[in-house]
């Protein structure tokens, strides 16, 4: 590079009282020294917003570091910014936040992987940080540089960075060495392995609860992690998983732990699940001991005192039943999840029932119930889902709407794991109930899933039940529950069929077009515009046509709009013809109603319609309505009339060029 490219050393310099001055910009166009000489600029503001009072200004500015390393270059960004950020580190947490943030990306504004370590300085200051969230933003972005680091960088000082976090007096350093050990784990010498799982095992029974739950949070990547470095030998009884591992789960979820740590226990029950899975299926008799002593401690979580942990386990128990269903004793798991079912907290049997279907497509094979009495012949075993449906008919007559409800959205899903026989027989009958609860919630939910039980069974059975709960619904007083069934009548209308349809709820959708709520009104214009493209044109001229045309003469200019935006909606799905014969001559006959509104909205559905009908019928009957209107005294109409007529010459306009092309 020549003298005239060259940066001068101290242009830019963060550690001293302000910016020096820079030389004015010649008058010829931009060059690469100009262009440098505007990034540095841009650094010295920066910087100095940095130093400011404003804490939104330094925030912004942290966020701009990687702008910053860029004008300084790769070594004064290691001499110069680097240390000047680890002098601010008793910044507002904001800002330091985005510092974290952005020392993750400077990788290669150091100078690359060799010096990457540098970054280490004032990332080890930021882990040590009591706010949570800058702590969190400096592991992430340690994590991003040990990546990068060589080995022998990271054998030596990443791994000194990660013995003096873990054995730091202050616990928020510890809370860090437990985030960063399981990630570091696997590029560790053998040697270092031993003493840094010893580490996280302090770290696990460390007398700071804090510290516990974290290290309880990681527990199942470091279980993940050895097995990456020492592979399947790792659960041999002599393994780290079987000396170390297991016994801090079973140690993590004694009683006597607080109850944010023992929230971690199904979590890390199911990553050790996924471990197992993955490396079966042919589970050697050790692997089989590990299962059992693991699956006490799942049990224990339905019976813990702490409602919090018997919801987590709820919410997470698919995620179990996926984990632990292929493993042995897997049955086990089934009588524990009834009882979440039948927990005392609603919240808790709420989440427990949104898991219903998915626990029921576990694979394995359950006793029933009870047994058959005066018989002393076992029980013959049956699937995971004939079980549990049982439970389906309790379940709706539960005492909270919200279990109910979490019911309705997923009973239905049973039905193709069941089979029609049994649907028929088991899940039906309670299907009804719920169609029947007092609760418009639930009925929705209900109405909203039937499609995994039209596949099995069809909808006959239920139609009949299904007539007044769509009826109450449509008229239900809150009108996000209006709202929501008319979305569901595309798919119910096609479940029940034409006739069934026609004749119970044609007349119910052309109501809609009654209703004091605007969106409701706009929601059933479209779901007619969907019905007439399922059921067809003449169907939609012989149900809903005849309806609408008695709208138009509405005293209410509302429903005479509605009535207007329902034409245009549904002529784009119906037969040309059709629209050239019934709908463009009544909304055309709408261009004269007395009210604005309405002539405005006719001027915006013509433009659709034209589409529709074709150039020919523009000329001689659409076009001459939006002159007049073009000339309309209210200055709306005239708007969307010029807008319309804009619109249409020139789509037809560039027809005629094609054709002639």
């Not at 007559?397 to 649907?423: C, F, N, Q, Y």
């Not at 052309?510 to 003449?538: E, K, M, P, Y």
């Not at 509405?554 to 040309?576: D, I, Q």
């Not at 006959?589 to 309405?598: F, K, L, P, W």
Request: glycine fraction near 4%; charge should be negative.
């Amino acid at each position: 590079m020549s003298d005239g490219m060259q940066m001068t050393p101290m242009d830019v310099d963060p550690i001293d009282d302000g910016p020096k001055s820079m030389p004015p910009a010649p008058s010829s166009p931009l060059n690469q020294r100009e262009l440098t000489v505007l990034k540095e600029e841009d650094a010295r503001q920066a910087i100095d917003m940095l130093r400011g009072e404003d804490v939104a200004g330094r925030v912004s500015a942290a966020n701009k570091i990687e702008g910053i390393a860029v004008a300084l270059g790769h070594e004064r960004t290691r001499e110069e910014l680097l240390p000047f950020l680890a002098d601010g580190i008793d910044d507002e947490d904001e800002v330091l936040v985005s510092i974290a943030s952005s020392l993750g990306k400077l990788v290669e504004h150091v100078g690359g992987c060799d010096h990457a370590e540098k970054l280490l300085m004032p990332l080890e200051l930021l882990l040590t940080v009591e706010e949570n969230t800058v702590r969190d933003a400096a592991c992430a972005s340690t994590k991003v540089v040990a990546d990068s680091l060589p080995s022998y960088v990271f054998e030596t000082r990443y791994a000194s960075l990660l013995e003096d976090l873990a054995n730091k007096e202050w616990f928020t350093a510890r809370i860090s060495a437990a985030t960063l050990l399981p990630s570091a784990y696997a590029r560790l010498t053998r040697s270092q392995q031993t003493s840094h799982l010893q580490n996280f095992e302090s770290l696990c029974k460390d007398e700071t609860p804090m510290v516990r739950r974290v290290a309880a949070q990681q527990l199942g990547h470091i279980l993940k992690a050895v097995l990456k470095a020492k592979g399947r030998m790792c659960f041999t009884p002599d393994g780290e998983v079987s000396k170390t591992i297991i016994p801090l789960y079973e140690f993590l979820a004694t009683t006597e732990q607080p109850d944010s740590v023992r929230l971690q226990t199904t979590e890390n029950c199911v990553a050790f699940g996924q471990v197992l899975s993955e490396v079966g299926p042919n589970w050697t008799e050790a692997e089989v001991k590990l299962v059992n002593r693991l699956m006490p401690l799942i049990v224990a979580t339905i019976d813990d005192r702490s409602w919090r942990v018997r919801w987590t386990a709820a919410s997470k128990f698919a995620n179990v039943i996926e984990a632990f269903g292929p493993l042995p004793n897997a049955e086990e798991l089934i009588p524990a999840y009834e009882k979440l079912l039948q927990d005392p907290e609603a919240e808790v049997r709420t989440a427990a029932t949104f898991n219903l279907a998915a626990v029921a497509k576990c694979n394995a094979m359950v006793s029933p119930p009870a047994g058959r009495e005066g018989s002393n012949l076992p029980p013959e075993r049956i699937t995971v889902a004939e079980r549990l449906v049982k439970r389906v008919t309790s379940l709706t007559e539960d005492d909270s709407e919200h279990v109910r409800a979490a019911l309705a959205m997923v009973a239905t899903e049973l039905a193709p794991i069941l089979g029609k026989d049994a649907t028929i027989s088991h899940l039906v009958p309670p299907v009804l109930l719920l169609l029947r609860d007092a609760a418009s919630e639930v009925r929705l939910n209900l109405i909203s899933s039937l499609s995994s039980l039209n596949e099995v069974i069809g909808v006959d059975l239920l139609s009949q039940s299904l007539l007044p709960a769509i009826l109450d619904l449509a008229q239900d007083g809150k009108w996000r529950i209006r709202s929501a069934i008319i979305k569901q009548i595309p798919l119910l209308a096609e479940q029940l069929g034409i006739h069934f349809f026609s004749d119970k709820l044609a007349s119910l959708c052309v109501a809609w077009l009654g209703d004091d709520i605007a969106s409701i009104r706009n929601a059933a214009a479209h779901n007619l515009q969907d019905l007439t493209s399922l059921f067809g044109t003449a169907w939609a001229i012989e149900h809903i046509f005849p309806s609408i045309e008695e709208i138009r003469h509405h005293v209410s200019y509302l429903r005479r709009l509605t009535a207007v935006k329902a034409c245009a909606l549904m002529s784009e799905k119906m037969e040309p013809d059709v629209v050239k014969l019934e709908i463009l001559p009544m909304v055309l006959e709408m261009s004269h109603d007395y009210v604005a509104n309405i002539r405005f909205n006719v001027a915006d559905a013509l433009k659709d319609i034209a589409h529709v009908c074709g150039k020919d019928l523009y000329e001689s009957q659409v076009r001459p309505v939006l002159t007049s209107l073009s000339e309309d005294y209210d200055r709306d109409v005239r708007f969307f009339a010029e807008r319309a007529l804009q619109s249409l010459e020139k789509e037809f306009n560039q027809e005629i060029v094609a054709m002639q092309e």
